[in-house]
């Protein structure tokens, strides 16, 4: 009798915790379905539709997003770099490329829960298309650093991880059907302090 007893309340505790991390994992880590990935940039076309899946939904109404709908624009992410390494606010970094298409778009570093990092001190929180210089090919280079950059500079302070923001406004970009040349800044580490 004991022993059923001891085996039931191992399997509630295994079904309830590993059923909380599932959970936790879907909400927190999960990509979710439809995700849009060009290169290192990765987007969720159907987030903030009636398509969009549970997972989604779940991060949105658990983070208070509020993302734009599929004919505003698409928010694209960079957790990592070109290497593959993930991004680290004491390290420096270039994006570099041609400018995605869109109307206007934006770029700005967030920590892991997608909150713009406080860049310092009378320095601009993001860098966006109508003001960076452009070499005459058209193309840009966005220096990510804590440290005062010459040309585009995007500041960023503190230690963790980050990630990159670039959010595309008036962009065929979620809705390609192939006659769109979806070509994205490279991000490259230059050179990391500690």
């Given at each position: ?7 039931a309340?191992?399997a509630?505790?295994i079904a ?11 909400v ?9 990935t060009?290169?290192?940039w990765?987007?969720h ?8 899946d549970p ?14 709908g599929?004919t ?11 290497q593959?390494?993930?991004l680290?606010?004491r390290?420096s970094?270039?994006?570099?490329g ?11 570093a967030a920590?892991?829960?997608?909150v713009?990092l406080?860049?310092?001190q009378n320095?601009?929180?993001a860098i966006?298309?109508r003001?960076?210089?452009r070499?005459?090919?058209g ?8 440290k005062?950059?010459?040309?585009n500079w995007?500041a960023i302070t503190?230690r963790?991880?980050m990630?990159l923001v ?9 809705g390609?059907?192939g006659?769109?040349?979806m ?10 302090d500690?």
């Amino acid at each position: 009798m004991l022993r059923n007893v001891f085996l039931a309340l191992i399997a509630l505790v295994i079904a309830v915790g590993g059923g909380t991390m599932s959970a936790w994992y879907a909400v927190n880590r999960f990509d979710g379905f439809g995700a849009l990935t060009i290169g290192r940039w990765t987007a969720h076309p159907e987030a903030g539709t009636p398509l969009s899946d549970p997972y989604a939904k779940a991060r949105a109404a658990r983070e208070g997003a509020f993302p734009l709908g599929s004919t505003e624009g698409l928010a694209f992410y960079a957790y990592s770099d070109g290497q593959g390494k993930t991004l680290d606010r004491r390290c420096s970094y270039k994006v570099e490329g041609n400018s995605p298409n869109s109307r206007f778009w934006t770029l700005y570093a967030a920590d892991r829960t997608l909150v713009a990092l406080d860049p310092g001190q009378n320095r601009l929180p993001a860098i966006h298309s109508r003001q960076i210089f452009r070499k005459q090919d058209g193309q840009f280079i966005v220096n990510v650093s804590a440290k005062a950059q010459p040309g585009n500079w995007l500041a960023i302070t503190g230690r963790g991880r980050m990630v990159l923001v670039m959010t595309l406004y008036d962009t065929p970009v979620g809705g390609n059907s192939g006659l769109v040349d979806m070509k994205f800044p490279s991000v490259t580490r230059t050179g990391c302090d500690g």
